[in-house]
């Protein structure tokens, strides 16, 4: 007899009644209102208490089109994506079980918000990052490098959305869930239709007059929040990221 699919609501049946397991922690589209699909499965950490044992761990690595899982230990658990990739995967998550009396939802609310020495460090790392990419894309197509100006407005666009969100003090989202995160959790100052545009249009086109508008607004936003000094080391060099007359920015 062929053994059946171990389902989502089975393992967590499973888990459930399993006194080792001190937490579940649901993340992936189906924590994303309105995202989930036909294709969208089960994302599941499995939280085990420090030094349990648990029969449950044979199904660690368990990774099929209904259900894949993730068994650490609560220790693991609180570091994960403190820093790193994941972050937003769980700052994002939905708690399925909580046998600590509300600790695991605030360990996802601590990886939801960065602290104020964190967000200004990471900061002023991608505020520099995206200059830099911005500078070599207005410079590539001023000097008839077409290709290689798209690229670096392509590239500019990711460190600026890092930049945003770390002035927000919140990891970035993955571009599946940028314009879900926006439409709920709009970046304080933006408007968010005119962000979404202007990030679409620079992405695809690498058009100068719409990176030069952006970066007007980036550059008030950076020096309000204090981060002044790492666009003045660029010196002169603003002048030819800052807008200018007969630019045209297509609405």
Do not use: C
Request: aromatic residues 8%; hydrophobic residues 45%; glycine residues 6%.
């Amino acid at each position: 007899m062929t053994a059946q699919p171990l389902t989502y609501d089975a393992f967590a049946e499973l888990a459930t009644a399993d006194p080792a397991i001190v937490g579940l922690v649901l993340k992936g589209s189906r924590a994303h209102e309105g995202m989930i699909t036909q294709q969208s499965d089960h994302d599941l950490y499995v939280i085990l208490a420090d030094d349990a044992t648990t029969d449950l761990t044979r199904f660690a690595g368990h990774r099929t089109a209904e259900l894949d899982l993730v068994i650490v230990s609560l220790t693991a658990f609180r570091a994960a994506g403190m820093p790193g990739f994941e972050r937003y995967a769980l700052a994002r998550a939905q708690v399925v079980l909580d046998r600590l009396d509300g600790d695991i939802a605030r360990i996802l609310a601590d990886k939801a918000r960065l602290s104020a020495e964190e967000a200004f460090r990471d900061s002023d790392t991608w505020l520099d990052a995206y200059v830099n990419s911005l500078y070599r894309s207005i410079k590539n197509d001023r000097d008839g490098h077409a290709l290689a100006a798209r690229l670096d407005a392509a590239d500019s666009i990711r460190f600026l959305l890092e930049l945003l969100f770390a002035l927000d003090r919140r990891p970035r989202p993955y571009n599946k869930y940028l314009t879900w995160e926006l439409a709920r959790h709009p970046l304080p100052g933006w408007d968010t239709d005119e962000l979404l545009r202007a990030v679409d249009r620079v992405s695809a086109t690498g058009d100068v007059a719409e990176q030069r508008h952006l970066f007007a607004l980036v550059e008030a936003a950076a020096r309000q929040a204090g981060h002044g000094e790492v666009l003045d080391a660029w010196g002169e060099d603003l002048d030819l990221m800052r807008p200018r007359q007969g630019d045209r920015v297509r609405p």
